[in-house]
């Protein structure tokens, strides 16, 4: 909730103010007093014009911000601590980037996992503080950062707890997110079918769960992209192609390279594979559920 105190009250229309709580046009009356709603003259005035083109522009911004932090992660991207200094000044960007788990990056790219900690705090002098998993603050300077996919820390479950015990949550999800790895048997393989069969009423609830979700759809299939050790995979799981109020059924889960060939499980990297399947199921979980003759008793 944000206090009364921290809105930025602009001057209205008959000595009115106006201003924005959570995204959400606010206003008060010439006494001071906050109103539950905004008169329909006020609400149609310039100011209020103005206040609305600035939260949508503020929610397309907080979009950016966590898709780029996102995809730094999928990508296991080191950022220039120039660049974390300065997007850090951004409440916004500081709210995607907080308490994320990252690690010091060497002048070769190379980060350094021993020095893993919860993302707190950036300075241009002291680098970037964290909180290690002994609960203690430290500070890193060093020429780079790296937002690391959950697959890829070794300590996570321990991170996990830490981040627990200290009540922390993330904007992007990193410390939660589910992580999937390959079975010694579907290593061999080129497609996965736990999610075939998934039933949905009609193709549109299929693709509006995909939309939902942030996973594109072509030719069929939703799709998630990772680049991983300077290659594109793409994972495609297939919703279906045929009319959009006819019924679908979900199908394989697959891999293919830039050349649109299709990638066996065991050559893909580990992000790669956790990213496909979480999609999947996602996608999956969606499906329509028959009752089963007991429940329905």
Not at 23 to 39: D, E, H
Not at 59 to 82: A, G, N
Request: proline share 5%.
């Amino acid at each position: 909730m944000v206090a009364q105190s921290e809105i930025a009250w602009v001057p209205g229309e008959r000595d009115y103010k106006i201003g924005l709580c959570s995204g959400k046009l606010v206003c008060q009356n010439p006494k001071g007093k906050t109103l539950a709603s905004l008169p329909k003259w006020l609400k149609e005035s310039d100011a209020a014009e103005s206040l609305k083109a600035l939260a949508e522009w503020l929610d397309e911004h907080r979009s950016e911000c966590v898709h780029t932090v996102e995809r730094w992660m999928l990508r296991s991207l080191p950022v220039p601590c120039e660049v974390l200094q300065e997007v850090w000044a951004d409440a916004i960007w500081r709210e995607s980037l907080e308490n994320l788990v990252v690690a010091p990056v060497d002048a070769k790219g190379q980060p350094n996992f021993e020095k893993t900690g919860l993302l707190r705090d950036v300075d241009s002098k002291r680098g970037f503080g964290v909180i290690d998993l002994d609960g203690e603050t430290q500070w890193h300077k060093s020429t780079g950062v790296m937002v690391p996919h959950p697959i890829l820390i070794a300590d996570l479950a321990d991170l996990r707890e830490l981040a627990g015990d200290l009540a922390i949550s993330q904007t992007v999800d990193q410390l939660y997110r589910s992580v999937n790895q390959p079975t010694p048997a579907q290593a061999s393989l080129k497609s996965i079918s736990d999610y075939a069969d998934g039933v949905f009423e009609q193709l549109n609830y299929a693709l509006s769960h995909c939309r939902r979700l942030g996973y594109p759809v072509r030719g069929g299939y939703a799709t998630c992209r990772v680049w991983e050790n300077e290659t594109m995979t793409e994972a495609r799981y297939f919703v279906g192609d045929e009319y959009p109020e006819s019924e679908t059924y979900t199908g394989q889960l697959v891999f293919v390279d830039e050349g649109e060939k299709a990638v066996k499980i065991g050559d893909l990297g580990a992000v790669t594979f956790s990213e496909g399947v979480r999609m999947a199921a996602a996608i999956y979980a969606k499906r329509k559920v028959e009752d089963s003759p007991e429940e329905s008793a």
